[in-house]
């Protein structure tokens, strides 16, 4: 795939990429496989062409997430050469972590979104994200989530949860992207 050169204002954010989530009970091994590949070629493309990588983990006081666990690292295998490096503790990257800062200041007007988890951090800072003005490409095949169980009983398989996010992110607050969509900087599918 050629990847032709991009503008200044664009960053790739990983969020929350970090083998934090393999230590939580939800986690679950089977969905992994689907995710790696794409967010890996997203991360190499992005570097290739001249997209800033933006890694960003997500910290908590205690536990699994916590400085102290040793666990706030790349989700293996993946390899991440960032840019920069952001620590927070909302589900919004843009909250409390610096990362707003550093986009104006970097005259960033366009993200893509990727990385762990679709329905969580990466949907809620690509809504963020947007009400702040910028264009967002949301690379689903390039996040990862594990099935949920609702009050009904219903569990939710990690595809559903996907389909899900992609719905009511389309066209109001991102463009649904492809790896290949968003490092073209093509424009991507978008519901009606």
Same mark, same amino acid.
């Given at each position: 795939m050629e990847i032709?050169?991009?503008?200044?204002?664009t960053a790739l954010l990983?969020?929350?990429?970090?083998?934090?989530?393999?230590?939580?009970?939800?986690?679950?091994?089977?969905?992994?496989?689907?995710?790696?590949d794409p967010q890996q070629a997203l991360i190499d493309g992005a570097k290739a062409a001249g997209i800033r990588v933006v890694q960003i983990?997500?910290?908590?006081?205690?536990?699994?997430?916590?400085?102290?666990s040793g666990l706030l690292r790349p989700f293996a295998p993946l390899r991440i050469e960032a840019d920069v490096v952001f620590r927070? #503790?909302?589900?919004?990257? &843009? +909250?409390?972590? %610096?990362?707003?800062?550093?986009?104006?200041?970097?005259?960033?007007?366009?993200?893509?979104?990727?990385?762990?988890?679709?329905?969580?951090?990466c949907e809620t800072t690509t809504r963020h994200a947007s009400d702040l003005g910028y264009e967002v490409d949301y690379v689903?095949?390039?996040?990862?989530?594990?099935?949920?169980t609702d009050v009904s009983g219903h569990e939710w398989?990690?595809?559903?949860? #996907?389909?899900?996010?992609? &719905? +009511?992110?389309? %066209?109001?607050?991102?463009?649904?992207?492809?790896v290949e969509d968003a490092l073209r900087g093509a424009p991507a599918k978008v519901a009606a």
């Open positions: 032709p050169e991009m503008s200044a204002d990983v969020i929350d990429a970090q083998e934090s989530f393999r230590h939580r009970p939800y986690f679950r091994e089977e969905g992994v496989a689907l995710y790696l983990f997500h910290v908590e006081e205690a536990g699994a997430f916590s400085e102290a927070k #503790r909302r589900h919004s990257a &843009l +909250v409390g972590s %610096g990362l707003d800062v550093w986009l104006t200041e970097n005259g960033i007007r366009r993200i893509i979104v990727s990385g762990i988890r679709t329905e969580q951090c689903g095949e390039a996040t990862l989530t594990f099935p949920m398989t990690a595809a559903e949860i #996907r389909a899900r996010t992609e &719905l +009511v992110l389309a %066209g109001r607050f991102a463009r649904i992207a492809t």
